[in-house]
């Protein structure tokens, strides 16, 4: 009865992994901005169509935490088999996320970047794709061992997240007093000031943050 219901194009989910992230901490918590829906929203499993073929898929699902969810198959891919269900689920919102903000902010080969929260979901797969696209690339972090997490990915140059001050002075510095092109935001207060001032006259602040977002105007 429950395939029965089924669109065309949805399907049954019965989830095996699902992948938590910043998002999902400001919706249990009561901060996110207008309706989240519900938690979790990426997973990974075995997807059954209208037709009863299945087949093991990730991407978006409503309600993901049940044990067997609901989703529109455009909203979900195949799952390469070399990957497991545990790895998939971490790729949806924060993959997306990233090219989005990219393809928005006009990133191209050479281009001067700042990615905050660089050790973060959004900020580890933004600073792949900065790479990927040949940008010159500052990362900012806080404790130490995420520093040395940004090591790995030879990100070279890396500034605080925690002090919009030493991040405005160490950015100046390794980028030569040169303005930025690109600045890939999550971080609020004085950090967004500072990205603003960092700017060269045609740079573009992408704003992905939930907390102290300034209006348009």
Same mark, same amino acid.
């Given at each position: ?113 700042? !990615? ?38 030879? !990100? ?35 950090? !967004? ?14 704003? !992905? ?9």
């Amino acid at each position: 009865a429950y395939l029965g219901s089924l669109g065309e194009e949805e399907v049954l989910l019965r989830v095996q992994a699902v992948g938590l992230n910043f998002r999902d901490v400001l919706n249990v918590l009561g901060e996110y901005p207008g309706d989240p829906g519900p938690p979790g929203a990426d997973a990974a499993g075995v997807a059954t169509k209208s037709d009863a073929s299945t087949q093991h898929m990730f991407g978006l699902a409503d309600a993901p935490l049940a044990s067997v969810s609901h989703s529109v198959e455009l909203f979900l891919g195949p799952k390469p088999a070399s990957m497991s269900f545990e790895e998939a689920c971490t790729l949806p919102v924060t993959w997306s996320t990233t090219h989005v903000a990219m393809e928005r902010g006009c990133e191209r080969s050479g281009d001067s970047s700042v !990615i905050h929260a660089a050790a973060g979901g959004v900020g580890f797969k933004a600073v792949e794709y900065a790479q990927w696209l040949g940008a010159s690339v500052v990362g900012t972090a806080g404790r130490p061992h995420k520093h040395a997490q940004l090591r790995t990915m030879t !990100i070279g140059q890396m500034c605080s997240s925690r002090d919009a001050s030493a991040f405005a002075v160490g950015t100046a510095r390794l980028f030569d007093g040169h303005r930025l092109h690109c600045v890939l935001n999550s971080l609020s207060i004085d950090f !967004i000031s500072t990205s603003f001032a960092l700017l060269e006259d045609s740079g573009t602040l992408l704003e !992905i943050g939930k907390r102290g977002v300034w209006s348009q105007e």
